[in-house]
């Protein structure tokens, strides 16, 4: 009996361990032959048991459970959102004032003898309605009467027609932050404004701007984002602020820190949080792969691993990084990070020289993967019309600050010297086209990048057997998978990896850093 279970546990395994080769077999093939079959597979993986996380959902003092009742839940939540809402803070007189309007354009309409015939229902059936889709189930339509759909192609855009005239208002008003005579009282992307001063009572009336202008146009501001962070660019003074800063009746609370646009803002320029806070969401975006086979001991092999982790973790680790542009310590954060993440799916020990993980992998350090990010977005600042305001700040950065300043500006001027690209001036004045400014700036930092790495490879004697030609963004051919492209040769590499950089321990090293060395050598034999 007990043999028989022996045999039976032992059969289990096999089967399951063939199944996990022959899947990711498939994610193997369908990587170098098809690729929307492979993120198909990968996205697959990637949910593993997170599909069933949501046992029951709470709306509206009503609870849900199983899958039926989730997705009627689901509609009656974004029906509520879907529908018009009256608040009594809301600006009545204005509404009225506004469905006059609207009668009278309609009257005007009417009124015309080139008119297209269509049933209201003809209207309703083509700018609304939607469907909640959940765990395979589709609920049933509802209407659509205000508002853009989430992440939508075009919800950015049309949210900033909506809000333009706010921002007129608060451009035209004078108040508010300004570099030099630039007023940039507040910088918006889609429906994240930030209103800055550094004058109390001008931030008060800003905010009343933005409060009375959301009345009118009848929608609520978040109040989990609605706060003030004070920022102190001198370590020196930091005094707390008392003004009492409000948003309608309520007292708008003062933090420490907060998120804006996806990226944690602090009070401190330097402050070492933001950089956690990425490399904690770069872990979680490997955790989430790892039923995928996003690991370096019988995980994929190793050029899907590499592909793997660029697509889905390295863009959640720069993500802002072009702004809060980190130095010293707090760029160690993530490049330590870096750096161990490429080891681990290498499968080599955290003691392997630094420049054979970059020579294997072919990635970038992380530095020069910030600069790149860096240079991208002053190449779009460049190609603005010169009236833009980004344009503008950039011309009176470049000529008023000097090269020990901290402005944005400034360090891509260093960036730029440091490849040897042309300089920022030259660059706003010609507005070199996006292709060849992209090109331009991948061979510079590509060249400069290869240069420093196989300079640093001769210095490690542990590399004597490598070969230390760096190709940025191509693998090493140790890494390269032979024709067969089999799973089973995949399982091999690792071993010829730690062999070439001289982290596989042999039985003579072993031997060599004995305690009992001694012992044998002074053992006579008769």
Known sequence: MKFAKYEL????????????LNDRQEILDARTKHDQVFYKLLGKKKKGK??????????????????NEIIVGWKQHFNKLAQPANDPEYDDEYYKQLALDLDNIIDICNNQTNTISVTEKDVQDAINGSVVKFNGLISEPFSICQGVKQGGILSADLY?????????????SGLGAKIGSICCAAPTCADDVALMSDNPEELQVLIN????????????????????????????????PSFPWS??????????????????????????NPLYEKREKARRAMYSLMPAGLHGKNGLDIQSLLHIFNIYVIPVLLYGLELVTPTGKNLDIIDIFHK??????????????????????????????IHKKILSLFGNISRQPQNSLEKQIAYRQLLMKTDDSNSWFIIVKTILAKYNLPSALYLLDSQIQKLKWKTMVN?????????????????????KYLNSQYIPGKTHVLVNLSASNSMQEAMRIPVKLRIATGSYILMADRTRHSKNKGLLQGRSIH
């Not at 900033?160 to 035209?172: A, G, Q, R, V, W």
């Not at 933005?210 to 370590?235: D, F, G, H």
């Not at 003062?254 to 402050?271: A, E, F």
């Open 340 to 369: 161990k993440c490429i080891k681990q799916l290498l499968s080599l020990p955290t003691s392997t020289a630094t420049p054979a993980i970059y020579i294997l992998s072919g990635q970038l350090p992380i530095e020069g993967q």
């Open 9 to 20: 546990r032992k059969t289990c395994r096999i089967e399951i361990a063939i199944k996990v």
């Open 443 to 463: 061979k510079e930092v590509s060249k400069y990048w290869k240069h420093f790495i196989e300079g640093h490879c001769k210095l490690y004697p542990s590399l």
């Open 50 to 67: 997170l599909k069933n996380c949501i046992s029951e959902l709470n709306v509206q003092d009503n609870i849900y459970k199983s899958d």
């Open 247 to 272: 948003i309608g009746n309520s007292i708008m609370p003062i933090v420490s820190q907060t998120t804006h646009m996806g990226v944690l803002r602090t009070s401190k320029p330097d402050d070492p």
């Open 209 to 240: 701007m933005a409060y009375n202008y959301s009345q009118r146009e009848r929608y609520k501001l978040q109040p989990v984002k609605s706060v003030i962070l004070p920022v102190y660019p001198n370590r020196r003074k930091q005094q707390e």
């Open 160 to 172: 900033k027609l909506y809000i333009n005239n706010l921002l007129t208002d608060i451009e035209h």
